[in-house]
């Protein structure tokens, strides 16, 4: 099947490339070479810039990762210096029985009040024992079942961070609702001399950390967020689309990547993701940029490529349909010539014009129609003069045998002393002979043609004794129509000697001249014997007549001589009926005989 | 012939190429109109609509939108707002958000607009809108699951021969379905079931004062949240040693505190972050001829113990950056 489809499709392109034209061809040529060279190099051009892009936006992500990572270091060590400072300052240098560490506390929040929701302090029970701004804890605070507080006892060593979370511990007066950040810690707080376990909390609030992250955008749709390394969203420009479920992030898988760019497809988006981990406390920064960005963020260069290719495409149009048309032109031209000289059209004028090979060819055809030209003219002549010579020889049939038969009724009518008949037939021979002869013309008018069929009529009739009558009917009209020399005499000879000589009765021969349309008609028509139709077919198919009577020519002989003459379509038509008689019909065109003379002439 | 009909293309293609050119490089940057958004509330103020308001904000700051807040004079004025909506209708505004008070005031309204614009009908449920018409949009409260769970979750305190009086205000669309809900739990209870509505003389404040003075029911609840932030207020003031518990619909920083100071003892809470978010979201994808399929919004029922669950205090604090 495909098989077949591709032999089909190679037989359809082979059928229209031999349709085209030369020009067509270059054309098309030139511009599908054209078109793929710029899709190649613009398919090139393309992605080695969306590569150098996609490499140049991941190596500004690393370097906007790299800021961000150290300026939420610079953020979180801050908050740790705080929590240092009151458990250093204040904590470790008081007995909390005896002094409280208000100021401390006062001092380091005045300070850092931009990025800190409050300080406090709390006994390893979970009690509240001092706290900054927000002093009223509540009744039931329960500080002991929070992660943040259970992650500083367990693991005493360390400063710990915690996923956001609303801060519960106090009575918010003015109903106020914090998200913050807690960093927590174990501290040791002396209280009466005795040493126990306590709890430093620092709440951060989002403002320092949003600051952070929302003036590092790398691309229009491109965002950063943070995670912990549970992959849980500390900060998210989008957190609470996230929390609301309206969106949704790649957050879990995001803290399974390792430091550097990954592309990643998440719901049906393709898109650079990079990673940092940030140095203490381990979470990750991660930045999302759409591939779209990096793409189509280049606008203007996408135009520019497009427009250029355009243009390049207008361009190389214009310059093939020049080219193409410079080569091919002269090839058409010469073509054109071709296709005339094919017409038989004489006298080209053909261009010698375009490339040497060009000229060559059409310098070569040229002298080939001069050539041509001149072997046709020889032909034409060389066949006019057979033409002539066979009408000469055809006509040259006649004389002997009737101009014998004749003089020997003459003689025989002198000798029976006949004088008035003979004197007769001898003016009728000589008008007989003189309209024969013509003057060397072929071609008389139908009224002379009739005239020597009279003649010869007179002769006849003289001969046979008055054994038959005759009647000439002719339409003025026709009388001066051109016709062949000696065409009539030769159906009434036949009508005398194969339709009358053995019949008992008077004969009859009608002499009929009409015009009818275009073309003039002579009917030789006979009461005779008529005869059978094999004969009828032979007449006009072979020399057949009975040696010694007659002029000798015989039908077929005029019929090759109308149909030379005036072509194909005309020529003599026989009817016959046995016992009726028969008619033969001369068909000849409408040609006034002052227009065959200019022919003549002409020749 | 042929020459000039491949001249006609080539210079057809340099215009366009020049056209394409100066559309890209100049035109398009032009920034895109923005759309005019109306919302009518069923209020006084914004602030009862403040949570809506977070999540249409939230949405304002990613598109290219500019939002008019249309309050009425006095709260659930029926007819004001059926005015206003009006007013909107043949006004200049390329979609509506609308709270209704009562759906039947404004159908033939909205139905019959002339102005084919989106109406996105916020808040109440409206049956018929799903399949009606493309252009209008529905995205309600469960109402009646939001009565069933508050009458659950008394239910849960072992409240079941209580006497229960519920503060309600007449032919509130949504006010009706939660009150559905709510006689639909307490069927299986012996609970007395008063609905005590407002005279018209009168203010809630008198009504809600008397309650307490003359200790006459067990439990009041509310199904407005303007309502329950009253009765909150009133309890907290004058009679904060009451037993009467206070359970409602709706939630604030204020009523959070309540919550949490025990003077109110449970509420239903919706996503209205949602609400607001999700409502303009569809009448900008409506304008964008955008599909954009009907939503409900979920509620939870908060008390003491499940506020600060994690999920719960994501949507009860909203975050906004």
Known sequence: M???????????????????????????????????????????????????????????????????????????????????????????????????????????????????????????????????????LKKDVGARGNKWFQEAINKKENFHFSTPHIQNLYEYHQNKYNWVVSLSRSVEITRDGQVDQGVLLVDMNFLGIERIFSKNKTSKNSYTYLINKDGEIIYHPRQQLIYSDLEKENNLKAAEYDDGVHKEKFLNEERVTTVKTAGYTGWKIVNVTPMKDIISGHREINVFFSFIIFFTLFLLIIINVFVSQKIAYPIKKLEKSVRKLEKDIKDIDIEIKGSSEVKHLGKAIKSMAKQMNILMDNIVVEQEAKRKNELNALQAQINPHFLYNTLDSIIWMIEKENYEDSIIMVGALAKFFRISLSKGKNIITIENELEHAKNYLTIQKIRYKNKFSYEFKIEEEVKNFASIKLIVQPLIENAIFHGMEDMDGDGEILIHGYKKETDVYIDVIDNGMGMLDEVRESLLTSYSKEKGKGSGIGLKNVNERIKLYFGEMYGLEIYSELDEGTRVRIHMPCIDIEKIDEREFKK | MRRRRVLIIAFVLAIISVVFFINETIFVREEKKALNISIITRGEKVGSFSRVKNGIDRIKEEKNIKINFINLSEKNNKEEQRNLLKEELEGDCDAILISPIEYGKIKK???????????????????????????????????????????????????????????????????????????????????????????????????????????????????????????????????????????????????????????????????????????????IDLIEKKEFQNVVIDSKIINNENMYYDYNQKILFPFIN
């Open chain 2, 109 to 283: 309204d909205v139905e019959e607009r002339k102005r084919n614009i989106p109406v996105i009908v916020l808040e109440t449920n409206i049956d018929e809108l799903n399949e009606k018409n493309s252009n209008i949009i529905n995205i309600p409260y469960d109402n009646k699951k939001i009565g069933y769970k508050l009458g659950d979750e008394i239910m849960s305190r072992g409240h079941f021969n209580k006497n229960i009086l519920v503060l309600i205000d007449e032919n509130i669309d949504y006010i009706e379905e939660r009150k559905d809900g709510f006689l639909e739990s307490n069927k299986s209870t012996n609970n007395n079931i008063e609905f005590i509505k407002k005279d018209k003389n009168k203010s809630w404040i008198s009504e809600v004062q008397n309650i307490f003075q003359k200790n006459r029911g067990d439990i009041i609840v509310s199904f407005d949240m303007e309502l329950l932030e009253q009765i909150a207020k009133i309890k907290e003031e004058n009679f904060e040693d009451s037993k009467i518990e206070i359970y409602g619909v709706g939630t604030n920083d204020y009523i959070i505190s309540a919550l949490e100071k025990g003077i109110i003892n449970g509420f239903s809470m919706q996503n209205e972050f949602n609400m607001g978010y999700l409502g303009v979201k569809a009448g």
């Open chain 1, 2 to 136: 495909r098989c077949a489809v591709k032999k089909f499709s190679k037989g359809k392109i082979r059928e229209i490339y031999e349709k085209l034209s030369i020009q067509q061809v270059i054309s098309i040529a030139f511009t599908l070479v054209a078109v793929f060279g710029m899709l190649l190099i613009g398919t090139t051009l393309y992605f080695r810039y969306t590569k150098e892009i996609e490499d140049k936006v991941s190596e500004n992500n690393v370097q906007v990762l790299e800021q961000i990572n150290l300026n939420l270091d610079n953020y979180l060590r801050k908050m740790m210096r705080v929590s240092d400072t009151v458990y250093y300052r204040g904590i470790k240098k008081k007995d909390l029985a005896k002094e409280d560490i208000d100021l401390e506390m006062s001092l380091l929040y005045e300070e850092n009040k931009e990025s800190l929701v409050s300080i406090c302090l709390f006994s390893e029970e979970g009690e509240g024992l001092a706290s900054y701004p927000l002093r009223e």
